[in-house]
């Protein structure tokens, strides 16, 4: 290898590792029986989709855990792949349509869906290639897309399997219901956000008298719907109207009066209208009273041929406009308040969603949550963070069956076939469909117009990535799968959805052994489900497009170096908490890059003075020549290998990345590496020095490999530079294991007063402005009860690293005149003045630096004590004040100790 560079350059180093690594097939996986399997599947991103921060931490770390299970020799596959996107995906191909002055109508089924293959062949891959960049290392001869010919059978499999068994069915049924798409959507896909609404009180006349009641609604035009009136059946203030008949205003139609435990006496007026056809629980309450079901709305949301004329081709929020008009000026209207509540939206359009009556496919999910549920109690699948059971559970419990189709044209058609007839079944194939309903093989079969949700493939996904419904080697051996990392606002509609379609589809199926699958241990999806933190810009908002404050991710690599982005992120998440991001904080990760880079640097400079062409040999340390920072530093080293492996075992990523931090940057470059120099450069032979240096290169290839998952990158580069690495790739080196017998206590307690003595005088040299050129002299006060000379075998190293001239022991009564202390361990380190520098000089400096510090901290505190400023700047403006505040009266007590230390006389 070159010799490296003075500065790391990521775009080159990135530029040149993935190619090789890609074309190397070293992200490849394949059946190795002696091998134990790690399988992560990738959450599959929308084929519409670009790489955004979410995606950047959540495959950033898949990829920590993928590449530390691959060094520690397990068979790591990590499957990716896309996911068809079919709302998402046919809105940017209508659209493209539009700018043509055409749309899908026009088009025809069969080129519009053609004309989207065409699309996904053009854009649909960008966030594959936007991920590279990333440096994930997918097993890209794996990919998959849920439209992909194996996953369109696994797709028809399912369907006709849970159709012969009953548990999909037809029905009409109130469903969450786009106007814009005009296509049903399951109770997952809708979010539902508190919106600032009105509640409209409408007087109901009573048929045959000169009583009325008063309803209250926030939907007015849906009243054309109605066909009953309902109250409580205890409710003492409308039980003599049952049986009677109200009259509905505006329309004239007669509406029964009925009483039901479901209604809540609480609610406004305590008696309300029942539209069967426009409401999920009046639906219900008609099913129970026999209700007559009326639509007065087209899947478009206009009002349709079943409502007074003067309303009918009207949009719903206009008909609405015109009925509370009409029942003002009828009299019908009582009062009008403001009130607040959750209203749904369409996840992809934002459209109001309509509770609509239409014809729709099901899946009768109780049967599947079931054992679903009992294997996420059962702990055979482990949340992190646990929290995460617990709203599992309860979505389990009250689950609902989940409407499946949807009314688009783009995505898996319903492999449901219509006989002439009107008689239909499910069937993989129009043959078997004709078998099936004891038809003749020229008779003509219609097939269902509708596609299945975008989600009913990917629930599939743990097994039909792997080949099912064949048995294939790979489905044998990589299911169960390991690890899901995703985010926690999928977990309805992926995971708990994968969880029992695994269960009910792999059962019987051969496993590792061969054997036929029946434990609940082999029919989970996954063993461990990470659910990711949500990224926040600086100031806690949730990032958007709108606010302008969700940073381009590939403006943030291009800028910093992958690395420094993968580090930050991972670094700046704790399990379970939000990510406050910024791009400038990705300055940590560039910054550690940085560092590691320069440590690398130093070494490979002293190896090749030391050594010339000839290459030490990397391998565990002797302990020949170890002193004191030997060690420590190995101590070090495999505390760390023990604190990293217990955090990523207990997916806590962010307290890996804490770990690695501390001990690269402070253990290893600051310390350990200024210590070294110490010996390098010292009076030894050279054969010691080369045993030293050869021992710190192996405890940098060491710390390289620890790194690696996080920084995959820099790593690669500089343990390529290390030594000849005869082809080999740090991803397929082995992952540094504890070695117990470095774990010292006592070099570990040795080195940290070591530290700290350093610390101090370095301190001290600061604070009296000592000039860095001047050696000082170093005069130890030992505690009583303790034995002097702690500090004789360390003085060449203080000599180095902090300019000791000599260090001596003094009895308390000797105490030099004028000194500046610090205590060590009880130890007091006195520095002498006097000589030293210019006091009277010195005197005079802290005097002015004290008064300009005096009149800063004035003007902090007089702004701190003004309500205008407190209650007015942002609270974040506010708090810098207060830090600001308090690290001006720390420097203020440090200037006066100095002043009064040189002061005495």
């Given at each position: 290898m070159s010799e490296l560079a003075k500065t790391y350059t990521p775009h080159e180093v990135e530029e040149r590792w993935y190619p090789r690594w890609e074309s190397g097939g070293l992200f490849h996986a394949t059946v190795h029986n002696d091998r134990e399997p790690y399988t992560i599947l990738i959450p599959p991103p929308n084929v519409t989709g670009i790489l955004t921060l979410g995606h950047v931490l959540n495959n950033t770390l898949q990829d920590i855990f993928i590449r530390w299970k691959r060094m520690q020799g397990y068979e790591a596959c990590w499957i990716p792949g896309t996911d068809h996107a079919g709302i998402a995906t046919q809105n940017a191909v209508e659209k493209a349509l539009a700018k043509e002055g055409t749309d899908r109508h026009a088009l025809g089924r069969a080129k519009?869906?053609?004309?989207?293959?065409?699309?996904?062949?053009?854009?649909?891959?960008?966030?594959?290639?936007?991920?590279?960049?990333?440096?994930?290392?997918?097993?890209?001869?794996?990919?998959?897309?849920?439209?992909?010919?194996?996953?369109?059978?696994?797709?028809?499999?399912?369907?006709?399997?849970?159709?012969?068994?009953?548990?999909?069915?037809?029905?009409?049924?109130?469903?969450?219901?786009?106007?814009?798409?005009?296509?049903?959507?399951?109770?997952?896909?809708?979010?539902?956000?508190?919106?600032?609404?009105?509640?409209?009180?409408?007087?109901?006349?009573?048929?045959?008298?000169?009583?009325?009641?008063?309803?209250?609604?926030?939907?007015?035009?849906?009243?054309?719907?109605?066909?009953?009136?309902?109250?409580?059946?205890?409710?003492?203030?409308?039980?003599?109207?049952?049986?009677?008949?109200?009259?509905?205003?505006?329309?004239?139609?007669?509406?029964?009066?009925?009483?039901?435990?479901?209604?809540?006496?609480?609610?406004?007026?305590?008696?309300?209208?029942?539209?069967?056809?426009?409401?999920?629980?009046?639906?219900?309450?008609?099913?129970?009273?026999n209700l007559q079901v009326m639509s007065v709305m087209d899947e478009r949301g206009v009002m349709n041929e079943f409502v007074p004329k003067q309303y009918e081709g009207l949009d719903r929020f206009e008909c609405r406009k015109s009925i509370v008009r009409d029942l003002e000026a009828g009299g019908f209207l009582v009062k009008v308040e403001d009130y607040v509540h959750n209203l749904g939206h369409c996840y992809r359009c934002r459209t109001v969603i309509e509770p609509f009556l239409s014809d729709q496919w099901f899946v009768r999910m109780k049967p599947l949550a079931k054992p679903a549920l009992k294997v996420v109690q059962d702990g055979l699948i482990r949340f992190h963070p646990e929290r995460w059971t617990k709203v599992y559970e309860h979505w389990m419990n009250n689950i609902r069956d989940w409407c499946i189709s949807r009314q688009l044209w783009w995505g898996h058609r319903i492999p449901v076939y219509y006989a002439p007839d009107g008689t239909y079944t499910a069937a993989r194939s129009e043959d078997e469909a004709r078998k099936k309903l004891g038809l003749a093989p020229e008779m003509p079969l219609t097939q269902d117009e509708d596609v299945l949700d975008t989600w009913f493939s990917s629930w599939l996904w743990p097994f039909s990535t792997l080949g099912w419904p064949e048995d294939t080697r790979d489905l044998r051996y990589f299911n169960p799968t390991s690890t899901l990392v995703t985010g926690p606002d999928i977990i309805f509609f992926w995971v708990a959805r994968m969880i029992m379609a695994n269960i009910e589809f792999m059962k019987g199926m051969p496993g590792r052994d061969g054997k036929p699958r029946q434990k609940d241990a082999d029919l989970v999806p996954f063993r461990d489900v990470y659910f990711t933190s949500i990224i926040r810009d600086a100031q806690g908002r949730k990032m958007s497009k709108s606010l302008g404050n969700s940073p381009d991710p590939l403006e943030v690599i291009a800028e910093y170096g992958s690395d420094a982005l993968r580090f930050t992120i991972t670094y700046l998440a704790p399990l379970g908490q939000d990510v406050l991001f910024s791009a400038d904080k990705c300055e940590i990760g560039r910054n550690f890059a940085n560092k590691i880079w320069n440590a690398g640097r130093f070494?490979?400079?002293?190896?090749?003075?030391?050594?010339?062409?000839?290459?030490?040999?990397?391998?565990?340390?002797?302990?020949?020549?170890?002193?004191?920072?030997?060690?420590?530093?190995?101590?070090?080293?495999?505390?760390?290998?023990?604190?990293?492996?217990?955090?990523?075992?207990?997916?806590?990523?962010?307290?890996?990345?804490?770990?690695?931090?501390?001990?690269?940057?402070?253990?290893?470059?600051?310390?350990?590496?200024?210590?070294?120099?110490?010996?390098?450069?010292?009076?030894?032979?050279?054969?010691?020095?080369?045993?030293?240096?050869?021992?710190?290169?192996?405890?940098?290839?060491?710390?390289?490999?620890?790194?690696?998952?996080?920084?995959?990158?820099?790593?690669?580069?500089?343990?390529?530079?290390?030594?000849?690495?005869?082809?080999?790739?740090?991803?397929?080196?082995?992952?540094?294991?504890?070695?117990?017998?470095?774990?010292?206590?006592?070099?570990?307690?040795?080195?940290?007063?070591?530290?700290?003595?350093?610390?101090?005088?370095?301190?001290?040299?600061?604070?009296?402005?000592?000039?860095?050129?001047?050696?000082?002299?170093?005069?130890?006060?030992?505690?009583?009860?303790?034995?002097?000379?702690?500090?004789?075998?360390?003085?060449?190293?203080?000599?180095?690293?902090?300019?000791?001239?000599?260090?001596?022991?003094?009895?308390?009564?000797?105490?030099?005149?004028?000194?500046?202390?610090?205590?060590?361990?009880?130890?007091?380190?006195?520095?002498?003045?006097?000589?030293?520098?210019?006091?009277?000089?010195?005197?005079?400096?802290?005097?002015?630096?004290?008064?300009?510090?005096?009149?800063?901290?004035?003007?902090?505190?007089?702004?701190?004590?003004?309500p205008q400023f407190t209650e007015r700047a942002p609270r974040s403006v506010v708090e810098r004040e207060k830090e600001k505040q308090a690290a001006f009266r720390v420097n203020l007590e440090k200037l006066r100790t100095n002043l009064k230390q040189l002061s005495v006389s």
């Open positions: 519009f869906v053609e004309r989207v293959w065409q699309w996904r062949e053009l854009y649909g891959r960008t966030i594959v290639r936007q991920l590279r960049k990333l440096g994930v290392s997918c097993d890209w001869e794996r990919e998959r897309f849920t439209m992909d010919e194996g996953l369109s059978a696994a797709v028809r499999e399912v369907f006709v399997r849970l159709f012969d068994k009953g548990l999909i069915y037809r029905g009409k049924y109130i469903v969450n219901w786009c106007t814009y798409h005009r296509t049903a959507l399951s109770d997952d896909e809708v979010e539902h956000e508190e919106t600032n609404g009105r509640l409209y009180y409408i007087r109901y006349p009573i048929e045959g008298s000169k009583e009325s009641v008063v309803i209250a609604t926030t939907r007015p035009e849906t009243m054309l719907g109605d066909t009953a009136l309902c109250f409580h059946p205890k409710d003492e203030r409308y039980r003599h109207l049952a049986g009677r008949q109200a009259v509905l205003p505006l329309a004239g139609r007669r509406l029964p009066i009925i009483s039901d435990d479901y209604i809540d006496s609480t609610f406004a007026t305590g008696i309300m209208k029942v539209t069967p056809a426009h409401d999920a629980n009046d639906f219900l309450l008609g099913q129970r009273h070494l490979l400079m002293n190896k090749k003075d030391l050594f010339g062409t000839e290459a030490p040999r990397l391998e565990v340390p002797s302990e020949n020549h170890l002193d004191l920072a030997d060690r420590w530093i190995l101590s070090r080293l495999n505390g760390a290998i023990r604190s990293l492996s217990v955090s990523l075992d207990g997916f806590q990523v962010n307290d890996a990345t804490k770990t690695l931090y501390e001990f690269v940057w402070h253990d290893f470059c600051d310390w350990y590496v200024e210590l070294l120099k110490t010996r390098l450069y010292g009076d030894e032979s050279a054969d010691i020095r080369k045993n030293v240096l050869q021992r710190a290169l192996w405890i940098f290839d060491q710390a390289l490999r620890l790194l690696h998952p996080f920084m995959p990158f820099v790593t690669e580069e500089l343990w390529q530079n290390l030594d000849d690495r005869s082809g080999a790739f740090l991803m397929r080196s082995a992952f540094p294991r504890v070695d117990e017998r470095w774990i010292d206590p006592k070099a570990d307690e040795e080195m940290g007063f070591v530290q700290n003595v350093i610390n101090a005088l370095r301190n001290i040299r600061g604070e009296n402005n000592i000039p860095p050129s001047r050696e000082i002299e170093v005069q130890v006060i030992v505690p009583k009860g303790r034995r002097g000379g702690n500090l004789e075998p360390y003085t060449h190293y203080l000599q180095k690293l902090a300019r000791v001239a000599a260090v001596s022991e003094i009895p308390a009564s000797k105490r030099p005149r004028v000194a500046s202390s610090a205590v060590v361990d009880g130890y007091e380190i006195l520095v002498p003045l006097e000589g030293l520098i210019d006091l009277k000089a010195e005197r005079n400096r802290l005097e002015k630096e004290i008064q300009r510090v005096e009149q800063i901290l004035d003007g902090i505190e007089k702004k701190l004590a003004n």
